[in-house]
């Protein structure tokens, strides 16, 4: 056997080196699993509260997880870094894809009068034969009726509209802020994240007072003369798209600066002393390399805009057609949760393909 | 055609009549109260390689900018060719920059970065990529064209950089701290280079550089700058030889600087008495009267060390090697003198077998007379 200067990587070797914790945890794994089987049985020398026995049921069942977790992976020679990454992993897995799970069972339920209001997925028939319960016919339903078919397209016209807005608002407010000198910049950033402070619903209700047919807005223009009658601003579209533009605004700005901020004055000179005009330089150079602020910061604000439901019911008519309001009737005006199940389902999927679709190119595009 | 015509159309400051290419007359750029550059005239003519030549924070970078439009001078004026530039913005001016970080655009193929001028004066697209292509092959990176500029080297990265700055055929090429990233085997091929580039297409260039072993090989003339202020321009062998003040003289190569008083003077020479050499004699200068204070600025390679005293030998004085530096081609030593001040001296180390002097040895430190420079300032 080769006993070179590799001797320390030898798998003999490395068995051999004697870790001086294993005894120490043979001996935890002991007692905390005796701990363990005590407290769930109610075996436990003293007499203690029912609070107390399942507190440290709780307790040692964790510690005896570590416990195993450790020693299994030690049998297994496997390396412990990805249980760096099993906390967050766990994290999503019961509160995004067990969510999801539950959702999608219950699109493919049926409703009943009934506690909860859909189908169990299985039951014992008459004969009691194991029968399951499920069908795409709520999917089927959503498809033939123009209402829901119209609320998707609405929706994405409202937000796409509004993000286009939101751009063109932001991204000259990202680029002061990017250029301006130090202690002004921090001063701004706040600003724009002040708004964050006071509750999103309250703010939305403010812009009631500016649109309504004696608000503000009307008033103001009223008085100087420019309108006669007082416009008709509340209930309407055009309302939503303020509503929406004016919340999700910080969410296209800070992207939007976090990458202008990394702009190299120099290049935009290196163009300047090539001969573009200070036009040519933003569309040729500054323009290009933010498109990855561009894309995210409108991502943060079309997603959330597709399914928003407090906005187009403050401030929109009964026109607003969205699929965050379709979702709200489904759920709790018509009580058939498997439709409104379907509803959410189909929006995710509106949503998360073309997000995919962006990831990959973007990969691909960084990895050429 | 005589010597003196030849001499003055390679060196046309030389010509009193010549007309200068690029004209800065009394500039002054004031940033709050401090003038980063303060008053500075300066000729520079068609087809020299001038180096303004400084440490950090002298104002070269700053009066560079301002040949190129980016910087507006707070007085004075500047004229390329005969234009006053003073309401001319930096994309129309007859200059373009190479920057020190290059600044090539990330998002851009080679080729397209470097086709990027000609595009934005409205050439073509297969015009300009066509010039690219040549300029590519100039600068040896034909096969590169593809790529991004991340992809690149750095000394890749300096040719891109270089091949874009000369696409539009300037007039003027800047170019800020040229080699500043490089390493100092690239850098010194790249001197080179850069010359044969600038000789073969006959553009002006200004090189800012803080390294005086670049100024110095690369320059026609060099800018000693310092405060702002432009201390000496001259060849760089005038710069060397015939430093007009003490700050010149100390910045460029090193020197040992002695104060003195000057003593009588005869005819072919004149005596300057110092507290560490003693009296010495020096070529005479004119315009310094007897008692005068002035400076001597001796190089240490003009110092001849011996153990013994040379028979030729008009002043010296005794000292104590106290280090001794072995760099290969020549040894740097550190001698002290009787009255205490050390001063660097260097020999070359021309043969191989021969024994050299070496730590604590006692030698005698000469010199010619005309190797030490009066500084009067």
Same mark, same amino acid.
């Given at each position: 056997?080769?006993?070179?200067?590799?001797?320390?990587?030898?798998?003999?070797?490395?068995?051999?080196?004697?870790?001086?914790?294993?005894?120490?945890?043979?001996?935890?794994?002991?007692?905390?699993?005796?701990?363990?089987?005590?407290?769930?049985?109610?075996?436990?020398?003293?007499?203690?509260?029912?609070?107390?026995?399942?507190?440290?049921?709780?307790?040692?069942?964790?510690?005896?997880?570590?416990?195993?977790?450790?020693?299994?992976?030690?049998?297994?020679?496997?390396?412990?870094?990805?249980?760096?990454?099993?906390?967050?992993?766990?994290?999503?897995?019961?509160?995004?894809?067990?969510?999801?799970?539950?959702?999608?069972?219950?699109?493919?339920?049926?409703?009943?009068?009934?506690?909860?209001?859909?189908?169990?997925?299985?039951?014992?028939?008459?004969?009691?034969?194991?029968?399951?319960?499920?069908?795409?016919?709520?999917?089927?339903?959503?498809?033939?009726?123009?209402?829901?078919?119209?609320?998707?397209?609405?929706?994405?016209?409202?937000?796409?509209?509004?993000?286009?807005?939101?751009?063109?608002?932001?991204?000259?407010?990202?680029?002061?802020?990017?250029?301006?000198?130090?202690?002004?910049?921090?001063?701004?950033?706040?600003?724009?994240?002040?708004?964050?402070?006071?509750?999103?619903?309250?703010?939305?209700?403010?812009?009631?007072?500016?649109?309504?047919?004696?608000?503000?807005?009307?008033?103001?223009?009223?008085?100087?003369?420019?309108?006669?009658?007082?416009?008709?601003?509340?209930?309407?579209?055009?309302?939503?798209?303020?509503?929406?533009?004016?919340?999700?605004?910080?969410?296209?700005?800070?992207?939007?600066?976090?990458?202008?901020?990394?702009?190299?004055?120099?290049?935009?000179?290196?163009?300047?002393?090539?001969?573009?005009?200070?036009?040519?330089?933003?569309?040729?150079?500054?323009?290009?390399?933010?498109?990855?602020?561009?894309?995210?910061?409108?991502?943060?604000?079309?997603?959330?805009?597709?399914?928003?439901?407090?906005?187009?019911?403050?401030?929109?008519?009964?026109?607003?057609?969205?699929?965050?309001?379709?979702?709200?009737?489904?759920?709790?005006?018509?009580?058939?949760?498997?439709?409104?199940?379907?509803?959410?389902?189909?929006?995710?999927?509106?949503?998360?393909?073309?997000?995919?679709?962006?990831?990959?190119?973007?990969?691909?595009?960084?990895?050429? | 055609?005589?010597?003196?015509?030849?001499?003055?159309?390679?060196?046309?400051?030389?010509?009193?009549?010549?007309?200068?290419?690029?004209?800065?007359?009394?500039?002054?750029?004031?940033?709050?109260?401090?003038?980063?550059?303060?008053?500075?005239?300066?000729?520079?003519?068609?087809?020299?390689?001038?180096?303004?030549?400084?440490?950090?924070?002298?104002?070269?970078?700053?009066?560079?900018?301002?040949?190129?439009?980016?910087?507006?001078?707070?007085?004075?004026?500047?004229?390329?060719?005969?234009?006053?530039?003073?309401?001319?913005?930096?994309?129309?001016?007859?200059?373009?920059?190479?920057?020190?970080?290059?600044?090539?655009?990330?998002?851009?193929?080679?080729?397209?970065?470097?086709?990027?001028?000609?595009?934005?004066?409205?050439?073509?697209?297969?015009?300009?990529?066509?010039?690219?292509?040549?300029?590519?092959?100039?600068?040896?990176?034909?096969?590169?064209?593809?790529?991004?500029?991340?992809?690149?080297?750095?000394?890749?990265?300096?040719?891109?950089?270089?091949?874009?700055?000369?696409?539009?055929?300037?007039?003027?090429?800047?170019?800020?701290?040229?080699?500043?990233?490089?390493?100092?085997?690239?850098?010194?091929?790249?001197?080179?280079?850069?010359?044969?580039?600038?000789?073969?297409?006959?553009?002006?260039?200004?090189?800012?550089?803080?390294?005086?072993?670049?100024?110095?090989?690369?320059?026609?003339?060099?800018?000693?700058?310092? *405060?702002?202020?432009?201390?000496?321009?001259? =060849?760089?062998?005038? &710069?060397?030889? /015939? #430093?007009? %003040?003490?700050? !010149?003289?100390?910045?460029?190569?090193?020197?040992?600087?002695?104060?003195?008083?000057?003593?009588?003077?005869?005819?072919?020479?004149?005596?300057?008495?110092?507290?560490?050499?003693?009296?010495?004699?020096?070529?005479?200068?004119?315009?310094?009267?007897?008692?005068?204070?002035?400076?001597?600025?001796?190089?240490?390679?003009?110092?001849?060390?011996?153990?013994?005293?040379?028979?030729?030998?008009?002043?010296?004085?005794?000292?104590?090697?106290?280090?001794?530096?072995?760099?290969?081609?020549?040894?740097?030593?550190?001698?002290?003198?009787?009255?205490?001040?050390?001063?660097?001296?260097?020999?070359?180390?021309?043969?191989? *077998?021969?024994?050299?002097?070496?730590?604590? =040895?006692?030698?005698? &430190?000469?010199? /010619? #007379?005309? %190797?030490?420079? !009066?500084?009067?300032?």
């Amino acid at each position: 056997m080769d006993t070179g200067v590799f001797a320390g990587a030898d798998p003999m070797t490395a068995q051999v080196t004697a870790d001086p914790w294993v005894p120490i945890r043979r001996l935890a794994l002991l007692t905390f699993g005796l701990l363990w089987v005590f407290a769930a049985t109610g075996f436990l020398v003293i007499d203690v509260s029912a609070q107390v026995a399942g507190t440290l049921k709780l307790l040692s069942a964790s510690v005896l997880l570590i416990l195993l977790v450790n020693e299994v992976t030690d049998r297994l020679g496997w390396s412990r870094r990805w249980l760096v990454i099993a906390v967050p992993m766990l994290w999503l897995l019961v509160f995004f894809l067990v969510p999801f799970i539950v959702l999608g069972r219950i699109s493919l339920a049926e409703p009943m009068i009934a506690r909860p209001p859909y189908s169990p997925l299985w039951d014992w028939g008459r004969d009691g034969a194991l029968q399951i319960i499920a069908s795409l016919d709520n999917f089927r339903f959503l498809l033939s009726d123009a209402l829901y078919r119209n609320a998707y397209l609405s929706s994405i016209k409202v937000a796409g509209i509004s993000t286009v807005f939101a751009l063109l608002a932001g991204y000259p407010i990202a680029y002061y802020i990017a250029r301006s000198p130090e202690p002004r910049r921090s001063v701004l950033l706040l600003l724009v994240i002040l708004p964050f402070w006071t509750s999103f619903l309250l703010r939305v209700y403010a812009w009631i007072g500016f649109l309504r047919r004696d608000g503000v807005i009307n008033n103001v223009l009223t008085w100087a003369g420019v309108i006669d009658e007082p416009l008709v601003m509340m209930q309407t579209d055009f309302a939503v798209y303020i509503g929406i533009v004016y919340t999700y605004l910080p969410f296209m700005i800070l992207p939007l600066y976090a990458n202008l901020v990394k702009l190299d004055d120099a290049l935009l000179e290196a163009a300047g002393d090539l001969g573009a005009s200070p036009t040519v330089t933003f569309l040729t150079v500054t323009l290009p390399l933010s498109m990855p602020g561009i894309i995210a910061g409108s991502m943060l604000v079309f997603i959330p805009a597709i399914g928003e439901y407090v906005i187009p019911a403050l401030l929109g008519g009964p026109d607003t057609l969205m699929i965050g309001r379709v979702l709200w009737d489904e759920f709790f005006s018509s009580r058939d949760w498997p439709v409104a199940s379907a509803v959410a389902i189909v929006m995710l999927v509106l949503v998360v393909l073309p997000i995919m679709w962006l990831q990959s190119v973007q990969n691909r595009e960084a990895s050429q | 055609m005589s010597l003196t015509e030849i001499a003055a159309n390679t060196r046309p400051w030389l010509d009193p009549d010549a007309q200068p290419f690029i004209s800065i007359r009394g500039i002054t750029k004031r940033f709050g109260d401090v003038a980063a550059v303060d008053d500075v005239s300066l000729d520079i003519f068609q087809g020299e390689l001038f180096c303004l030549l400084g440490g950090s924070g002298c104002g070269k970078s700053t009066l560079l900018r301002m040949l190129a439009g980016f910087e507006t001078p707070t007085e004075g004026q500047i004229l390329i060719d005969g234009q006053d530039m003073a309401r001319v913005p930096a994309d129309k001016r007859p200059t373009n920059m190479m920057f020190q970080s290059y600044a090539l655009f990330p998002h851009m193929s080679v080729e397209k970065n470097v086709a990027y001028g000609l595009l934005r004066e409205g050439k073509s697209k297969a015009e300009a990529m066509q010039r690219a292509a040549e300029m590519l092959r100039m600068v040896k990176l034909e096969s590169f064209a593809k790529r991004k500029p991340h992809q690149l080297s750095g000394g890749q990265r300096q040719r891109v950089a270089l091949a874009r700055a000369l696409i539009k055929q300037p007039k003027l090429l800047l170019l800020d701290e040229p080699l500043g990233a490089l390493d100092k085997k690239l850098r010194e091929e790249t001197q080179f280079e850069l010359i044969r580039i600038q000789e073969s297409l006959g553009v002006t260039f200004i090189v800012v550089t803080h390294d005086q072993d670049e100024a110095m090989t690369l320059a026609t003339r060099i800018g000693v700058m310092s *405060d702002g202020v432009i201390q000496q321009v001259g =060849e760089p062998r005038e &710069i060397y030889e /015939t #430093p007009k %003040s003490r700050f !010149v003289a100390d910045f460029i190569g090193s020197v040992n600087l002695f104060d003195g008083r000057v003593g009588p003077a005869a005819a072919d020479f004149m005596r300057v008495d110092t507290d560490d050499l003693g009296p010495v004699s020096v070529p005479p200068v004119r315009g310094l009267t007897q008692g005068q204070q002035v400076w001597l600025a001796l190089r240490p390679e003009r110092i001849t060390l011996t153990r013994e005293r040379p028979a030729n030998a008009r002043d010296g004085v005794m000292g104590m090697v106290e280090d001794v530096g072995y760099v290969g081609h020549l040894s740097s030593y550190r001698v002290r003198l009787p009255g205490g001040r050390v001063i660097s001296v260097t020999q070359s180390n021309r043969l191989r *077998d021969e024994d050299p002097i070496t730590w604590d =040895e006692e030698v005698f &430190i000469s010199w /010619t #007379p005309a %190797s030490l420079r !009066v500084l009067t300032q």
